[in-house]
């Protein structure tokens, strides 16, 4: 199981180690044909060149971290393609590093900043409450991509890509005014949530204003803190816990599509049928609620577009072309057979 | 934005550089009173620790590397989170390393033992079907966990984790049949694999046979090779050309739950009623599989236990207790909902 060194790929060959170095780097002082032989004597041998010097620089001097809070999230898994793929096309390396959901992102960069020698770093997912001084520890650029930030974060001073949270939860719950619901049931999320949720709710709250219904707060229903944050179980339970103490609405609005999968699930259960009995609608964009049956109703972000400009940010901040950037994409309603006018 | 030095700990302190280090390291020779104090300056300032030494042993020598093939796996997902903590508990450090469905993972593999000084390797997905001489190339410990592995390898040779597909397939199957469905479609894998697909096709046939059902080859369709594997778009469209064709079935067994989602959607699309006018299985135990309306019968992996196993059987080779440990773990049929019996 020992791997050979390059003085073993030479002696097989029956060259000096220059020449093998010469092949390796594709040097011009050396043959096609010589090349040719030493480059398959490689292959075959499955030799990897283990320059010190090289490595060091590789892996000691260029690399940019992801930091992910919600592996289990499927609109995130996406967007880590193209952060690796848009990396590594710079010629840096990657890190992928998990944030679990108690653990503090900040201290957790500022770790991989010293062990790892840091050159930037794209936070996605999670909540960011930080103060302005704890930010100012981290040492190397970063971009936060969709993050939720607290609403008495002074925004300015941070390079972020993300959605208009209000604005676009504004549009939903609006689209289900429009369509003749007034008893709009809201799975939003955990209490203490000042940023995402926040921000989707009071979209809520405002589309409801604007269309001359009543706030009814028994309608507004927080994700539950003991179940993950998000998820198909949380939405379920929340659902399940509204259909059992007896309340009244037909049409309900979760702030992910895996929650508005799971209430779908406790609709369905219960003998209602959707949209007929209850629209349902969700946030995100994912696959999942195209193939749920019937396909659900959603704000579809635009995972793509939002990964690659982070990364341009990024580079940017590293090559100190910018000082910092913010930029919100447009996402977009798409109607599903989930949702249909309000019966009663 | 510079970071603090323990100089600076220990200025802001007004103690010596010896006491701050005997504080952050939990040295003996040091007061409660006064180890509390510096390491409250410690947190409020988020001061981190930068031993070269340290820094050097921790990352350079005890790090271990999760390669997994299909991160877009729901399955996987749940088992790195366990990977993570179990290789944390050990105190070696933990890397996520993405492979492609195009990359050969033993080429990866032994480039990052190289630049990571890996000490050991946990493959998670994909399909193995190397050769000997090319396993062997890998110089440090490793488990391959749900990895495909092809029929004509020597399995004795290595060390794994997983379930006996065979077995497996052959259950759901045989359950099918004597639920008294004898047209059973079989949504299998691309046509080159020779590991965990045939393995699972091998099953089906043969519970075919044993319930005196002729296989019928136009009820076995591989995967779409165009569209990402085990996907729910690739059930989707693999069970709507069999609609278009005119195919009768009155069950279908898809070798992963996503496909089976996949194949929901396009019978609820076509009119068709789950488990009236056709049966769904699929394969994994996903939760998705349960939040699914009709909810949908599966094998489920017992991925925890699995997860667990690899660990202790990697640390079990690190520490040279063992040579090599296979492990077959018992999945579990669910029944639920999307399987009734045949009514044609």
Redesign the interface.
């Known amino acids: ?3 050979l060194t390059i003085i073993d790929i030479a002696k097989i060959c029956g060259v000096g180690v220059t020449t093998v170095s010469r092949a390796i780097n594709n040097h011009p002082d050396i043959s096609e044909e010589t090349k040719q032989m030493i480059m398959k004597v490689v292959r075959e ?2 030799y ?1 060149p ?1 320059n010190n010097a090289r ?1 060091l620089k ?2 000691a001097s260029k690399t940019i971290a992801v930091l992910i809070k919600g ?2 999230n ?1 609109f995130f ?2 967007m ?2 193209l952060f ?1 793929k848009g990396i590594k096309d710079k010629k840096y390396s990657f ?4 944030v679990y959901e108690d653990q503090d992102e ?2 957790v960069a ?2 991989l ?4 020698k840091l050159k930037g770093i794209i936070f996605l997912g999670g909540y960011l409450s930080h103060s302005k001084e ?1 930010l ?4 190397v650029p970063y971009v936060l991509c969709t993050v939720g930030l607290s609403s008495d974060f002074d925004h300015y001073n941070y390079s972020y890509v993300s959605i208009d949270d209000y604005a676009e939860s504004y549009k939903m719950v609006d689209y289900l005014c429009k369509l003749g619901h007034t008893k709009i049931a809201l799975i939003s999320a955990k209490m203490r949530d000042r940023s995402i949720g926040q921000l989707r709710y009071l979209g809520y709250k405002q589309a409801l204003e604007d269309n001359g219904i009543a706030l009814d707060e028994q309608l507004v229903r927080p994700m539950k803190a003991h179940l993950e944050s998000y ?3 949380n939405g ?1 339970a929340v659902t399940k816990e509204m259909l059992e103490q007896g309340i009244d609405f037909t049409a309900l609005f979760a702030i992910s599509d895996s929650m508005a ?2 209430a ?2 406790a609709l ?2 219960s003998g209602r049928s959707i949209p007929e009995d209850c629209s349902v609608a969700g946030f995100d964009g994912l ?2 609620a ?4 019937p ?1 659900i109703t959603t704000i579809q972000q635009p995972a793509a577009e939002m990964a690659e400009e982070a990364i341009k940010i990024l580079f940017d901040l590293i090559h100190k072309k910018v000082t910092h950037v913010q930029k919100k994409f447009s996402a977009t309603l798409i109607e599903r057979p989930s949702t249909g006018k309000a019966s009663r």
């Open positions: 199981m020992a791997s041998n499955n990897v283990n490595n590789r892996t592996l289990n499927p898994i996406r880590i393609d690796e890190i992928l590093h998990q900040i201290e500022n770790e900043i010293k062990e790892k704890k100012d520890q981290l040492t998820s198909m179980e379920y999968i799971g779908s699930k369905l259960e696959d999942m195209y193939y749920y049956h396909s």
